[in-house]
Structures are given as structure tokens and as C-alpha cells.
């Protein structure tokens, strides 16, 4: 084998990109196959080995993911497959429990809104074999941490095994100034005090979830997480508590989305700035020591055809595991549009287990390590954030910059490009923006979300698509009917313009009809007329629009239809116009203010 190696000389990047560069026939390597991340960076189609010689430091952070077990025998790989229970019917709440932790679950979020009898709740549970959150609503006392401590006490175990820690779920209103910040601190603070002594049950975490679900990119979670820390760590420091201390005690929550490489990236890059960020502190700590607490993307989830969710939870819970994570929640696919039920809950858990039971995620600690695409991922996130670090402290700070609008107003403009890159289907969302499921009716509540200006709230990747399909069900509902377009193929049969148009307005709801290809205007004046529709759809080549389009739009003028071509043939728009034919339709078309538009103009 090593002498079929030998037979194949090393070919460098340069040689790869010259080749790649003859293979596209003069047309400019960097504008064709260089990519351009939302994060602003540039992103190559293939990297090498020679990538790998400016990032030789990640190194010392492969293979430090998760503490070693010690257990004999157990996997090197660890994560806990995490299950949120509801504790307001304290038996029920047990009942659930005891049934998730009999099929894979080891580790549970504690959804707490009220003071809890964590006897009854965790009766016959056995906390050293697994992780135990407290998610603590914002009504919700610091005291019911000491409660629950006492619990653990009454067991005669060791501080030491109990393992997981308390998700302060009252973040959003902090972003959003609903809180000031002595008072957040200061919850935070006391709940940091009382878990001090459990070193493995974290009482402080840094949330950058809200960043994400809210419609930010991997460099704003990373880089307004580590400001977020860097205020938070000093309150703390300044308040008598030793900074190692409280690097001991505080974990990261971060959610983990579909953007399958950047979120493996992202994942080892805010590990690696933790732990930079400790050592500027004078901390000492081991990378594989950091609690990383994954949830799955609530903004990558869609009530539309909501059975994709499963996949997309499946792709964010492998780059978060792959990334490093050491807890894992994956939300039911249902969640977006009712109350997760016992099969949407099943469904959710399982898909940790498939990737440890079945996929052997747990068999190796860090199979991303050396990749040439991922380590020079992982750097340029890392870089990237802390430039968004520094500008964020020459700010004034975290809070300084939540305070001016400066953080959510960064957020609010990465989902505004992002909304865009729905409407015009620069990025798909399948079963949402392409490829949707027509068989399927829009049954959901739709709220339209209210956001003031310094507020941030979490929304999805799928809310504009969601707000427009409500719209048109709302208009069927109204007229009892559905609302159709009749397609009106030209010339040799256009299949791909055909097939384009159909999925432009069944995306949006429509039922499309394709009428028979006509092959004079006479005849597509004839079947506009005829059609049972007030929207009409020209469809076929530049060249048939040139000799047909024209006459069809003056042919229709009388006829109170609205036309609209698929296609811009830019050399006969004026003319087009002019002849009634107003709406246009291609691949950069916003298929959203489009829609909207006809509805109007059709007073629908």
C-alpha cells in the first residue's frame, strides 16, 4: 500500500487551484467558487494540507471535549441525552421521569415555575448516574436551588457527584433591559453562591442561545457570549469571589443549528475562547473541564411541514455533539405549533441515542480533529469573535451596549438578511421556501411577534414564510375557493420555467394548473381568457417572449387579469410593461413581497 502512495507525487494548493481555474474556462476562480459566509469571512471550495500550517495551535484543544469517564470501559465520548420535564403535577412529573430515564435519557432539565417537592418529584431517582438542570422560570426564587440541594444532602452522596447545574431562564428579559443590571447580576450571584460548593453542578451560565434563536450569526453568539462573561466575571470578582472560583462554577449554553460545519466550527471556537478568556483572568483550566449545555435550534424550526424538523434536529445535535457538547437537548419537532405529546418527546430523545447507539459518535473523542476545513473554520470564528469582543468593550461593555441598542440591533440585522435570503430563496428551508408539501394545510395559530427597539426575541428562519402562508389560507378561507394560477407554456414546451413557476406559488399556497403549450398567441389569448383565474403565468423562452408576449398582454388588456412572466428578458421589459405584462418572476425574485403585491392587486 505504502508503495502505491509513492507512485502519486504531492500536489500543492496552487496546483489544485490552477487546475480548477482551466476547468472553468476563463470564467474568474474567486467570484465562482468562493463563498462568502454571513459572518463575513471567505469561505474556499476545497482546502489542504499546507491550510493546516497557520493553525498548528489547535492542537492543544483536539481531543479535550469532555472529561475522561470513570468508568471502566465506557466510551471516550460523553455527552447526556437530555429530556425537559414539566414539574407543576409533581406525580405526573415523576411518572415522566422515571419512563425517560428507562429509555436513554440521562440527564434532565427541571422546568421549575413554582416551589417543588423535589422528594415527590424525584422520587426513586438516583442523581449520581446522571446530569440534573434547573431551569428556573424569572418568578421563581433563588431559594428553590437551596431546596433542591437539600435533597441531593439527603442522600449521604459526595458534593462531587452531583452533576449538571441552573439554567437561569430569565436572559431575554435581560437582553431586552426589563431587568437592570444589579438585579440580574445579583440573582445570578446569589444562585452562584449557593451551588459554590458543588463543583460539577454549575450555578452560572453564559447564554448565547438568544443570540442564535433570534436570528444571529456563529461570531455574534461566540463574541457577545464572551462580553456577556467578561461583565458578568467581573460583578463577580469585584463582589469578593476568587476568579477561579467562579470559572469552576459557570457552564456555556449555546443552541446548535443546521449550518453543518460552522456549527461544529463554533462549537470548539467558543470552548477554545473560554479557555483563553480564563487565562487572561491568570485561570488555569482544562479545555476538556468546560461544560458546553447544546439545545437544538428553535430558529431553524418551521410549523410548516414540521416533520423536517427531524432532520434538521438530527443534523444540529451531530455538529453539536461532533462540535463538543457535553449536554444535549433536542426539542420535539411538534414545539413550534403545539404542545409537545409523548411521540414528538420520544422522537426528540431517540435521536441522541441513534447517534451513540447506532451511528457510534461515543466510540471516538474528536473525529474532527486535523480536518483541514473545520480547524481553519474553528480559527476564523475564534478570530472573528474576538474582534466583535473588543469593539463590543470599547463600547463600553456588554451591558453599555445593550443599554445604547447596539447588541440586539446587530442581531435584528443579521435576521433582516437572513428574511431576505428566505424571500428570495438564496437559502432554502425545505418544505418552506421549496419543495413544499401541497397536500399539507396551514392549521396553526399564527402571533405576529412585537419587538421593540432595544428588545430581543426569539423568532424562526421560517416566520416570514409562516406570516404569508397564514395570509393566504386566511384568504381561501374567505372566498371558500383556492386560489389558482394557470400557467400558460409558450413555444417548445419550457419545462424548466414550468417547473419553476409551479414551485414559486405553491410555495406560497397556490394551486397551479398548467394549461397546454401554445404555440401562437391567438391560442394563449385563448386560454387566458378561458381561464378560471385572475393570475395568469407566461411561461417560455426569451425568444418566444419576443415574438408573443406582447401581443398576448395587449390581446388580455380587457380581460381584468393580472399577467406575469417567468423570466426577465431585460432588453423587452419597457415594452412588456407597457402591454399590461407587470409582474416578473426569477431566481432573485422576493417571493414573499411578491405574493403580497398580487394579493393586493387582486384585492384579495
Not at 370 to 383: A, F
Not at 518 to 531: P, Y
Request: aromatic residues 10%; glycine residues 6%; hydrophobic residues 40%.
Amino acid at each position: 500500500m505504502t508503495k502505491l502512495f509513492e507512485e502519486f507525487s504531492p500536489v500543492s494548493k496552487q496546483e489544485w487551484i490552477e487546475q480548477a481555474t482551466k476547468d472553468l474556462k476563463g470564467d474568474d476562480f474567486e467570484k465562482k467558487l468562493i463563498s462568502r459566509a454571513i459572518e463575513g469571512f471567505s469561505v474556499f471550495p476545497f482546502y489542504t494540507q499546507e491550510d493546516l500550517s497557520g493553525v498548528d495551535w489547535l492542537k492543544g484543544y483536539q481531543n479535550k471535549l469532555s472529561a475522561p469517564s470513570a468508568i471502566p470501559g465506557e466510551s471516550p465520548r460523553i455527552w447526556g441525552n437530555v429530556a425537559a420535564i414539566k414539574t407543576s403535577n409533581l406525580q405526573e412529573g415523576n411518572k415522566e421521569i422515571q419512563s425517560v430515564l428507562d429509555n436513554g435519557v440521562d440527564a434532565l432539565v427541571l422546568e421549575i415555575g413554582a416551589d417543588t417537592d423535589f422528594k415527590a418529584l424525584l422520587r426513586d431517582v438516583l442523581p449520581q448516574y446522571i446530569q440534573i438542570w434547573l431551569k428556573l422560570s424569572s418568578s421563581v426564587s433563588p431559594s428553590i436551588v437551596s431546596a433542591f440541594l437539600e435533597w441531593f444532602e439527603s442522600k449521604g452522596l459526595r458534593v462531587s457527584e452531583l452533576n449538571g447545574g441552573v439554567i437561569f431562564n430569565d436572559f431575554q428579559k435581560a437582553v431586552s433591559l426589563q431587568h437592570d443590571k444589579i438585579e440580574y447580576s445579583s440573582s445570578l450571584k446569589n444562585i452562584f453562591e449557593i451551588t459554590a460548593a458543588y463543583p460539577n453542578f454549575k450555578g452560572a451560565g453564559i447564554d448565547a442561545s438568544l443570540y442564535h434563536n433570534s436570528g444571529g450569526h456563529a461570531v455574534q453568539e461566540i463574541g457577545f457570549g464572551i462580553s456577556q462573561a467578561i461583565d458578568l466575571i467581573d460583578e463577580l470578582t469585584e463582589a469578593g469571589i476568587e476568579a477561579e472560583t467562579v470559572f469552576q462554577n459557570m457552564f456555556l449554553r449555546v443552541s446548535a443549528g443546521v449550518n453543518y460545519f460552522t456549527e461544529i466550527a463554533k462549537f470548539r471556537a467558543f470552548r477554545i475562547a473560554w479557555h483563553r478568556l480564563a487565562g487572561l483572568y491568570q485561570v488555569e483550566l482544562d479545555p476538556a473541564s468546560i461544560v458546553v449545555f447544546a439545545e437544538t435550534s428553535m430558529w431553524a424550526q418551521s410549523p410548516i411541514d414540521p416533520y423536517n424538523n427531524l432532520l434538521r434536529n438530527t443534523t444540529a445535535a451531530m455538529s453539536a455533539i461532533l462540535g463538543g457538547c457535553n449536554a444535549l437537548q433536542v426539542f420535539p419537532h411538534s414545539q413550534t405549533y403545539q404542545e409537545a405529546d409523548g411521540f414528538s418527546k420520544r422522537m426528540a430523545r431517540n435521536i441522541s441515542n441513534i447517534l451513540k447507539e447506532e451511528s457510534y459518535f461515543d466510540r471516538v473523542m474528536d473525529p474532527v480533529a486535523g480536518s483541514y476545513y473545520l480547524e481553519n473554520l474553528t480559527s476564523t470564528l475564534l478570530t472573528e469573535s474576538m474582534k466583535l469582543v473588543k469593539q463590543t468593550e470599547e463600547n463600553g461593555g456588554w451591558w453599555s451596549s445593550l443599554e445604547k441598542g447596539i447588541v440586539q440591533t446587530a442581531i435584528k440585522e443579521t435576521r433582516k438578511t437572513r428574511f431576505a435570503s428566505m424571500a428570495t430563496r438564496k437559502e432554502i428551508m425545505v418544505g418552506v421556501n421549496q419543495y413544499v408539501n401541497q397536500a399539507e394545510k396551514i392549521q396553526i395559530e399564527f402571533q405576529e411577534i412585537e419587538e421593540g427597539q432595544k428588545e430581543l426575541k426569539p423568532h424562526s428562519f421560517s416566520y416570514p414564510m409562516v406570516k404569508l402562508r397564514k395570509r393566504v389560507q386566511r384568504v381561501i378561507e374567505n372566498q371558500n375557493a383556492q386560489i389558482e394560477v394557470v400557467i400558460l407554456p409558450l413555444g417548445n414546451n419550457p419545462k424548466q420555467r414550468i417547473g419553476f413557476s409551479q414551485g414559486f406559488f405553491q410555495t406560497a399556497g397556490f394551486d397551479t394548473q398548467v394549461a397546454e403549450v401554445s404555440i401562437d398567441a391567438a391560442s394563449a389569448i385563448e386560454k387566458g381568457k378561458s381561464a378560471n383565474s385572475k393570475f395568469v403565468v407566461l411561461v417560455g423562452a426569451d425568444e418566444d417572449y419576443e415574438a408573443m408576449a406582447v401581443k398576448i398582454g395587449e390581446g388580455m388588456a380587457e380581460e381584468g387579469k393580472i399577467l406575469i412572466l417567468a423570466g426577465y428578458p431585460a432588453n423587452q421589459i419597457e415594452n412588456l410593461v407597457s402591454a399590461g405584462v407587470k409582474h416578473f418572476i426569477h431566481l432573485k425574485t422576493d417571493l414573499i413581497a411578491t405574493i403580497d403585491q398580487l394579493l393586493e392587486e387582486a384585492q384579495l
